[in-house]
């Protein structure tokens, strides 16, 4: 869905940080950043992600992304253990750009506590909600 | 209010702005982006609006002499109608500011300025000015400061030339740092062979007087300057022009090697909020100072500091390991801190971290390795010679 110019995929859940998670069949958590967050990052140039069997946090920083000008925190919608990382993004971190829900995925965790962390984060839905206010607000 | 150049209301519409220096400028177009703008300056051709640059006439029969004593390089030097890179220094040698005089007539300057220290040459040049019309009351100097009056705009890349011979009969084979004036799209302008990404360039001053108000939002918008830079978007839409901003103003000038006022020097303000740094030597920018001149400010110091060699220089350097370095972030080798970032970007064009470092001078030699340290991990960087891109495919001595 839209909202203003920016891209919401529906059946993914949101941080306020502007995170996608997707929960796979196998019930491991994908995660990239979204089309409101690439736009606003702009050309990012560079991508910095945890090896894989890394415990992250729900809402802590597990990595970096930087476009030309600024620094950001990424921060992990789930809790759990970096089961893979997205290796393209070490010479192609402009994918994120391109691509935000597909090829500019970011980590794979498995979650250690899923159904709980998922009833702290964003339904796409209240999501497009959240980033409909941020735009109202500037 | 920040200031507004007079390209400010469209730019506003299409462009996410900044506060730069006390202006409101476009740090990037949204349709284009810093990465789009940096390579079509370095494949075809870019514009930007550098209004907010410092724009000082001086005239006056002992304008050069006036020019001399306050300047680090020698005006006597200079061809009718030529340029010099100089810099502006303060009595401990350090830089107040980096410019470019031109030699207009033997009586009559121009001088392009950084837009951050205008305000404070505009105080220095007028108190010297007075302190030597004490001393000499016939001292024939005047000095304008027409900043608001000049709106600028620089076009950048190798079909940069062929853009813009389209717009005026002013043939434009003149050499680089060479100034003319003359008709461009109607208007009478000056216009200078030079440019600060490294690539091929001109550089077209517009006076528009008529719309100047001081509050900048009671600004009509200029039609004159309008024309002229839509003129040249015309003029280079088959070299598929971009408009490009300060963002990748950056990232250019440091792919090809160049200091920036503000990031690798400055000298103390009011209040006390830095120290010095640097002088033209500590810089790397020696070739900006004549010590042959008799006398000028700061030259006991630099003749002192010449003596007593450097402890610290601007150095090149890329990173071997991934990352982006950045202002600020520390350089080391082994334990010991020998330095400081400056400025930093990921190159566009080699995707490689690069940037420019003030470290001790052991580590300034050309293959000198260090450690930049970033989020507290360090990453191998070598010094190397500007500019960072390959000069037989980029820049204005490229041969392929």
Same mark, same amino acid.
């Given at each position: 869905?839209?909202?203003?110019?920016?891209?919401?995929?529906?059946?993914?859940?949101?941080?306020?940080?502007?995170?996608?998670?997707?929960?796979?069949?196998?019930?491991?958590?994908?995660?990239?950043?979204?089309?409101?967050?690439?736009? +606003?990052?702009?050309?990012?140039?560079?991508?910095?992600?945890?090896?894989?069997?890394?415990?992250?946090?729900?809402?802590?920083?597990?990595?970096?992304?930087?476009?030309?000008?600024?620094?950001?925190? +990424?921060?992990?919608?789930?809790?759990?253990?970096?089961?893979?990382?997205?290796?393209? +993004?070490?010479?192609?971190?402009?994918?994120?750009?391109?691509?935000?829900?597909?090829?500019?995925?970011?980590?794979?965790?498995?979650?250690?506590?899923?159904?709980?962390?998922?009833?702290?984060?964003?339904?796409?839905?209240?999501?497009?909600?959240?980033?409909?206010?941020?735009?109202?607000?500037? | 209010?920040?200031?507004?150049?007079?390209?400010?209301?469209?730019?506003?519409?299409?462009?996410?702005?900044?506060?730069?220096?006390?202006?409101?400028?476009?740090?990037?177009?949204?349709?284009?982006?810093?990465?789009?703008?940096?390579?079509?300056?370095?494949?075809?051709?870019?514009?930007?609006?550098?209004?907010?640059?410092?724009?000082?006439?001086?005239?006056?029969?002992?304008?050069?002499?006036?020019?001399?004593?306050?300047?680090?390089?020698?005006?006597?030097?200079?061809?009718?109608?030529?340029?010099?890179?100089?810099?502006?220094?303060?009595?401990?040698?350090?830089?107040?500011?980096?410019?470019?005089?031109?030699?207009?007539? @033997?009586?009559?300057?121009?001088?392009?300025?950084?837009?951050?220290?205008?305000?404070?040459?505009?105080?220095?040049?007028?108190?010297?000015?007075?302190?030597?019309?004490?001393?000499?009351?016939?001292?024939?100097?005047?000095?304008?400061?027409?900043?608001?009056?000049?709106?600028?705009?620089?076009?950048?890349?190798?079909?940069?030339?062929?853009?813009?011979?389209?717009?005026?009969?002013?043939?434009?084979?003149?050499?680089?740092?060479?100034?003319?004036?003359?008709?461009?799209?109607?208007?009478?302008?000056?216009?200078?062979?030079?440019?600060?990404?490294?690539?091929?360039?001109?550089?077209?001053?517009?006076?528009?007087?008529?719309? *100047?108000?001081?509050?900048?939002?009671?600004?009509?918008?200029?039609?004159?300057?309008?024309?002229?830079? @839509?003129?040249?978007?015309?003029?280079?839409?088959?070299?598929?022009?971009?408009?490009?901003?300060?963002?990748?103003?950056?990232?250019?000038?440091?792919?090809?090697? *160049?200091?920036?006022?503000?990031?690798?020097?400055?000298?103390?303000?009011?209040?006390?909020?830095?120290?010095?740094?640097?002088?033209?030597?500590?810089?790397?920018?020696?070739?900006?100072?004549?010590?042959?001149?008799?006398?000028?400010?700061?030259?006991?110091?630099?003749?002192?500091?010449?003596?007593?060699?450097?402890?610290?220089?601007?150095?090149?350097?890329?990173?071997?390991?991934?990352?982006?370095?950045?202002?600020?972030?520390?350089?080391?080798?082994?334990?010991?801190?020998?330095?400081?970032?400056?400025?930093?970007?990921?190159?566009?064009?080699?995707?490689?971290?690069?940037?420019?470092?003030?470290?001790?001078?052991?580590?300034?030699?050309?293959?000198?390795?260090?450690?930049?340290?970033?989020?507290?991990?360090?990453?191998?960087?070598?010094?190397?010679?500007?500019?960072?891109?390959?000069?037989?495919?980029?820049?204005?001595?490229?041969?392929?």
């Amino acid at each position: 869905m839209k909202v203003g110019d920016y891209e919401i995929m529906e059946g993914l859940y949101y941080t306020k940080e502007h995170e996608w998670a997707k929960v796979g069949d196998d019930n491991k958590v994908t995660v990239g950043i979204d089309d409101y967050a690439q736009k +606003l990052l702009k050309d990012i140039v560079y991508v910095e992600l945890p090896e894989k069997g890394t415990a992250v946090e729900q809402m802590k920083a597990f990595g970096i992304v930087e476009s030309v000008k600024a620094v950001s925190d +990424l921060y992990a919608p789930v809790s759990g253990v970096v089961a893979d990382f997205n290796t393209r +993004l070490d010479d192609e971190p402009e994918l994120v750009n391109t691509g935000p829900y597909g090829e500019g995925w970011m980590v794979v965790i498995e979650p250690s506590n899923l159904e709980a962390d998922l009833a702290n984060l964003m339904s796409a839905e209240y999501y497009a909600e959240y980033i409909k206010k941020l735009l109202e607000e500037h | 209010m920040a200031d507004r150049t007079h390209l400010y209301e469209t730019h506003v519409k299409k462009a996410r702005m900044v506060d730069f220096a006390g202006w409101n400028m476009p740090v990037l177009f949204e349709t284009t982006g810093t990465i789009k703008e940096h390579m079509a300056v370095r494949e075809g051709v870019g514009i930007f609006d550098a209004s907010h640059m410092g724009d000082f006439f001086v005239h006056g029969e002992n304008s050069a002499e006036f020019l001399n004593y306050v300047t680090s390089n020698d005006v006597h030097k200079l061809k009718l109608k030529q340029a010099q890179y100089s810099c502006v220094l303060n009595e401990r040698g350090a830089m107040k500011d980096d410019i470019m005089p031109y030699k207009l007539a @033997d009586d009559y300057f121009f001088l392009s300025t950084n837009a951050v220290n205008v305000n404070k040459l505009d105080a220095w040049f007028n108190c010297i000015l007075s302190f030597a019309k004490k001393m000499k009351p016939d001292f024939d100097v005047q000095i304008e400061n027409k900043t608001h009056d000049y709106a600028l705009v620089s076009i950048q890349g190798p079909k940069a030339t062929e853009t813009v011979q389209k717009l005026t009969d002013i043939p434009l084979n003149f050499k680089w740092n060479y100034i003319e004036q003359g008709i461009f799209v109607g208007e009478n302008v000056l216009i200078s062979h030079i440019g600060y990404t490294g690539e091929n360039g001109w550089e077209v001053w517009i006076e528009d007087t008529k719309t *100047y108000h001081p509050d900048p939002a009671k600004r009509q918008p200029s039609r004159k300057v309008q024309k002229v830079y @839509d003129a040249i978007l015309e003029a280079g839409a088959e070299f598929s022009i971009v408009e490009a901003a300060l963002g990748s103003r950056d990232t250019l000038r440091i792919e090809a090697g *160049y200091t920036l006022y503000g990031t690798e020097a400055w000298e103390e303000q009011i209040p006390s909020v830095a120290v010095d740094r640097t002088t033209p030597f500590e810089a790397s920018l020696g070739f900006s100072v004549d010590l042959n001149k008799e006398t000028f400010i700061g030259k006991d110091a630099l003749v002192k500091q010449k003596e007593e060699g450097l402890e610290k220089f601007i150095v090149r350097f890329e990173l071997l390991d991934r990352g982006v370095p950045r202002h600020g972030y520390e350089v080391r080798v082994g334990e010991h801190n020998i330095g400081e970032v400056t400025s930093g970007t990921m190159s566009p064009i080699r995707k490689v971290g690069i940037g420019l470092a003030f470290v001790n001078t052991e580590y300034s030699d050309i293959g000198s390795e260090f450690d930049i340290i970033i989020r507290g991990t360090p990453k191998k960087a070598r010094v190397v010679e500007p500019p960072f891109y390959d000069t037989k495919k980029y820049g204005r001595k490229r041969t392929m």
